[in-house]
């Protein structure tokens, strides 16, 4: 009994977490005269929809919202906000911000996503927005990609090249990469938004350029150490890789356009404080 309403109260803690984050993102982030927000996918983006909604219809009524996918569709649609899709934004147009979640966030804010199988247009939306917001709890908060998230790097892929790519990463020194299998009780491998396979690819924690100019590391591939940046690089290399769960490159406030890295990511932590990370160049 007692495991059971530990396991109960570190839920709620996590929940209450998320909740926080959101809102005060919301809060510092989403300003009245904004006319097109990004709302990405996940547990913690439901809080985000939470906050938005209860700033009142005068205010959310002239704004349109643009998903990251199905879940975040009908987030959008349940809470009376106005549907937009990112396939109707003109060309050269952006989003004023973008809001998503994250699988685990490291020290110079670079991402993985896609723990829930949305990560392609999850990266579309993020890139076209002016900025881009990452909302997260304390689970997230890491300094090395794959030292908090253990179940690897999330990778889109077209099921026919599906054990290509696994010999690939195999090759790469990735430890025991995986096709993600469906629900349980559902045969078969996971199908996302887009129609494609995830294959989650562990691999040691990726390393930061500050890692190579203290000069301890190579971030190489030779034994499987990779950084961030050349990892990413080449996973997205790979025929029949659509797209990766690594968020990475410039930083956000670098780079107005096509960032995929946040201008500032929001943990809830398990005190009831908000911790905010921000480039910190
Ligand atoms: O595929 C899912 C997305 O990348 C999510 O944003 C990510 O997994 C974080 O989700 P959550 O907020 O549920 O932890």
């Not at 003109?90 to 994250?102: I, Y």
């Not at 892929?157 to 990469?177: D, H, I, K, T, Y």
């Not at 290399?237 to 659509?242: L, N, Q, S, T, Y």
């Amino acid at each position: 009994m007692a495991t059971s309403a530990t396991v109960e109260e570190q839920a709620k803690l996590v929940e209450t977490s998320k909740r926080l984050a959101a809102f005060q993102a919301v809060k510092d982030y989403l300003l009245p005269e904004y006319t097109r927000i990004g709302i990405g996918s996940g547990s913690t983006v439901v809080y985000v929809v939470e906050a938005i909604s209860e700033l009142g219809s005068a205010v959310t009524s002239k704004m349109a919202f643009y998903p990251t996918g199905s879940q975040s569709e009908e987030l959008i649609e349940a809470a009376g906000l106005n549907l937009q899709y990112i396939s109707k934004l003109p060309a050269g147009q952006q989003l004023d911000v973008a809001f998503d979640g994250a699988d685990e966030v490291d020290d110079d804010l670079n991402l993985i996503k896609g723990g829930g199988a949305c990560l392609w247009q999850e990266k579309i939306v993020a890139a076209s927005a002016k900025q881009f917001v990452c909302v997260a709890d304390f689970r997230k908060l890491s300094t090395r990609l794959g030292m908090a998230w253990k179940k690897g790097i999330p990778i889109e892929v077209l099921p026919m090249a599906a054990p290509r790519v696994l010999g690939e990463l195999q090759r790469m020194g990735s430890q025991n990469p995986r096709i993600r299998p469906g629900l349980p009780g559902k045969a078969g491998a996971i199908v996302t938004d887009n129609g494609m396979w995830i294959i989650d690819a562990p691999f040691p924690p990726l390393l930061l350029p500050k890692d190579i100019e203290a000069g301890s590391q190579t971030g190489n591939s030779t034994a499987g150490v990779w950084t961030v940046d050349a990892l990413a690089d080449a996973l997205i290399k790979i025929p029949g890789v659509a797209e990766i769960g690594l968020f990475y490159g410039k930083n956000g406030l670098q780079l107005a356009s096509g960032a995929q890295k946040p201008v500032a990511a929001y943990f809830g932590m398990a005190d009831g404080t908000v911790e905010v990370r921000t480039p910190s160049s």
